[in-house]
C-alpha cells in the first residue's frame, strides 16, 4: 500500500528555469514531510521540510508548498541549476509514528 | 564528526547464504532506522531501533533480524537470500526520532544475490 506517491519518474529542465516536483499522500493523520535529495551512489541527504500547521515553507532557491485538503505537496527550485539534477524523494510521517514513508522519486534533470 | 557509516559498500551472495549488512549511525543518535530500495523504486522501511523499543513492522518474516549492540556497528542480517533482497540498503540515524528530526543517511550498501 503505497501511501506517498510521486507520479512523475523523471523531469526535465532548463538551467535557469522553475523545477516543480509533486508528491501525492494518501494518509490524513501524516502531518509532516520531507523532501530528500539523492545523487548515484550516495545515500538520500535533507534538503527541506514542512509541517501541516504551514502551508508553505521556504530555503533559499528551494519552497515546499503543502495542501492539506488535497493531501498534495510540491517542491520548487528556482533558478533551477545543473547541480540540481539528482533523484528527489519525498516522504512523510507523524508525531505518533515511528517511521517515515517515501515515494518512488523523480529524477530531476536540469540541462545547461 | 563522521556521518552513518556502512559496510561494505557492495556484497555478492549466493542463494542461500546468508548476508550481514553493518551500520554506526552519528555520534549522539539514538535511532537507527533500516530502509531497502528495490530497483525503480522508493526506499521502504525495513526496521527502527531506539533504546529498548524496536519497530520491525517493515521487516519481512523470518529471514530478517537486526542487532543493535552498545558496542560496535548495528547489524542487518538476512539469512537464506533470495534473488528479491537483490536491492540498496540503507541505514539512518536520528538524535532522537520524532518526525521533526529529520534522518542522516549512510552511502548504502549494494547486495546482489547471483
Known amino acids: 500500500d503505497q501511501q506517498v506517491k510521486q507520479n512523475s519518474p523523471s523531469l526535465s529542465v532548463q538551467e535557469g528555469r522553475i523545477s516543480i516536483l509533486n508528491c501525492d499522500y494518501t494518509?490524513?493523520?501524516?502531518?509532516?514531510f520531507l523532501w530528500y535529495k539523492k545523487y548515484p551512489a550516495e545515500g538520500p541527504t535533507f534538503l527541506i521540510s514542512?509541517?501541516?500547521?504551514?502551508d508553505k515553507n521556504e530555503d533559499g532557491r528551494f519552497t515546499v508548498f503543502l495542501n492539506k485538503s488535497a493531501k498534495h505537496l510540491s517542491l520548487h527550485i528556482v533558478p533551477s541549476q545543473p547541480g540540481d539534477s539528482a533523484v528527489y524523494f519525498c516522504a512523510a510521517s507523524a508525531y505518533n509514528f515511528n517511521k517515515f514513508y517515501f515515494g518512488s522519486g523523480t529524477k530531476l534533470n536540469v540541462k545547461p | 564528526n563522521a556521518g552513518v557509516m556502512q559496510n561494505p559498500r557492495h556484497l555478492v551472495r549466493r542463494r542461500g547464504q546468508e548476508a550481514r549488512l553493518r551500520c554506526s549511525p552519528m555520534k549522539g543518535h539514538s535511532h537507527v532506522y533500516w530502509y531497502r530500495q528495490l530497483p525503480e523504486e522508493g526506499l521502504k522501511f525495513v526496521y527502527l531501533q531506539k533504546e529498548n523499543i524496536i519497530d520491525e513492522s517493515g521487516m519481512p518474516k523470518e529471514r530478517f533480524s537486526a542487532e543493535f549492540p552498545k558496542e560496535g556497528p548495528s547489524i542487518l542480517r538476512i539469512q537464506q537470500v533470495v534473488r528479491g533482497d537483490s536491492a540498496a540498503y540503507f541505514c539512518?540515524?536520528?538524535?532522537?526520532?520524532?518526525?521533526?528530526?529529520?534522518?542522516?543517511f549512510g552511502d548504502g550498501t549494494r547486495l546482489s544475490i547471483l
Open positions: 494518509n490524513s493523520m501524516f502531518d509532516y
Open positions: 514542512i509541517s501541516s500547521i504551514k
Open positions: 539512518a540515524s536520528s538524535p532522537s526520532g520524532g518526525p521533526n528530526q529529520p534522518q542522516h
